[in-house]
Each structure stands twice: as structure tokens, then as C-alpha cells.
């Protein structure tokens, strides 16, 4: 993002001329293309959302490191501490911010997902709060990019719940509640939290299967063994960032078991109405 270089905030600029079409969103101030993107799979369209952290300690850097070749990596937009939008790769392009992870039975997420980039340090770097103007921006190019494209609310995801394990982000600090206030993404009131246990790793029995399936019809990528392996509390943990962050331990209790039956039915309802 322009952070060192005024005179950027108002206009879009063009960074080189590989590509010529316009950015998507008019909430775009800088169009900055990357090479790493390619076409989505035959027939996908974009029907969710995945909301990230860069996990760096600039967005300039960040900006920098998802144009480069050699990264491999980057996403449709990015979200800079200030509120400044910049744009990568065209909607209508496969860009590469999901990597290995599973969603619905689902692998190639590239294909059928926008990727957005907030930026954040992240867990590794203290983990400091989004900031006001980042979350008024996230949310006003998700309402943007939702008038776009049929993305359902249990599509609007976290990285961490399509690869629960192999990722944080955006965690448990990003306000997802505030995004659902203004219509963005599918949100339950967590359950409280009590004193319970609940059940963890190295147990086993029906109970976890039920837990298995329930996570599973969500859309969590997890298998029904009735075992609670540490694959198991990974998704949990990943589940509990997003829908019950007061307290990310992967273990199911009450409250935990309780969130998920409540946004179960949530879904459940809207798909009735
Ligand atoms: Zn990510």
C-alpha cells in the first residue's frame, strides 16, 4: 500500500500496464496487478468469501511480497491499517491466497473464492487489534464485492476454518460480529462459556462423532472417526476463532457444542425462509 507516498489516496494508480481492465470496487485507491493468478476452473464463479491476515509487519511489505513472482502467492485485494484498499488480481481471475484447504468437500477454493488480505502482524507478532478505519473498510468492500457475486453468509470464512492447523488468520481478535450487523457473513451469539471440560484429545465414542458430524455439516473439512485426534482439535480451534473467541483451546466444550448447534439452526432458517 502507497503508506510512504502521498497523493495516492484519491486516485487509482496504475503500477504497470500488464493489465488493462479496471478494478472492480470503486473503494479502490491503488491497482497494483500481480502475476500470481491464472483463470478460475471451467464453470466456478465466485461464491465465497475469505477474509485473511497478512501476518507482516507492513502492508507495504505485504503489498510488495503478494506482486512478487517468486512469492507465489497473493489475493484479490488487500486492506491496509489505514482503510486504503488496493487491488491485485481482477474478480474474474483464480488468485492464489488459499493454498492447500478444504471446504464443503471442496479443494480448489482458488477457484470459487475472492480473497481479501487485512493487514495485521498477526499471532507471531503480538497480534494487535484491527484497527477502526481497517474493519469500516473490510466491511464496506465486502458489502461491495457481496453486491457482486451470490455469495451466501456460511461463505464468508476465515482462512483458519478452510485450513484449521495450517492457519490463524484473520483470528480471533477480527470482529466478525461487526461484520454480520451490516450483513456480511452468518454470526450466532456464542453460548456462554461455563466451567466444563467438554471433551479433548484422546477421547472417543459417539459424542465426538456428533461432534464430528456437526462441524462437518457446516462445512469443516473433518472425518467422522469418533476419535478426537489433534487433526480434531485443530478444527475445533479454527471453529472457536471464528464463532467462539473467548477462548480458542480446541477442546468441545458446552459451549462450543452449543455455538455450533445454534449456527447450525441459524443457517437452517435462513435457507427455510
Ligand atoms: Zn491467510
Known sequence: MPGTSAGHDERVVFENDEMTAAPDSKLVTLWCPSPNRDQRAIGRAPDMLILHYTGMDSSDAALDW??????K??????????????QMVAESERAWHAG??????????????????????????????????????????????????????????????????????????????????????????????????GFGPGDEGESVAELQRALLEYG???????????????VVEAFQRHFRPARVDGRADLSTRDTLARLLEARRERQVA
Not at 502467492?73 to 486504503?84: K, M, P, W
Request: aromatic share 8%; with cysteine; hydrophobic share 35%.
Open 73 to 86: 502467492v497473493s489475493a484479490h485485494y488487500l486492506v491496509d491499517e489505514e482503510g486504503r484498499i488496493a
Open 220 to 234: 469443516y473439512g473433518v472425518e467422522v472417526t469418533s476419535t478426537y485426534g489433534t487433526g480434531l482439535a485443530k
Open 66 to 71: 503478494l506482486t512478487r513472482e517468486e512469492a
Open 100 to 197: 492447500q484447504s478444504r471446504w464443503a468437500g471442496e479443494t480448489d477454493l482458488n477457484s470459487c473464492s475472492i480473497g481479501i488480505e487485512i493487514h495485521n502482524p498477526g499471532h507471531d507478532f503480538d497480534y494487535p487489534h484491527f484497527s477502526g478505519p481497517e474493519m469500516q473498510a473490510v466491511e464496506a468492500l465486502c458489502l461491495d464485492i457481496l453486491s457482486r457475486h451470490a455469495i451466501s453468509p456460511d461463505r464468508v470464512l476465515a482462512h483458519s476454518d478452510i485450513a484449521p492447523g495450517r492457519k490463524r488468520d484473520p483470528g480471533e481478535k477480527f470482529d466478525w460480529q461487526r461484520l454480520a450487523r451490516a450483513g456480511i457473513g452468518l454470526w450466532v451469539e456464542p453460548a456462554p462459556l461455563g466451567s466444563d471440560q
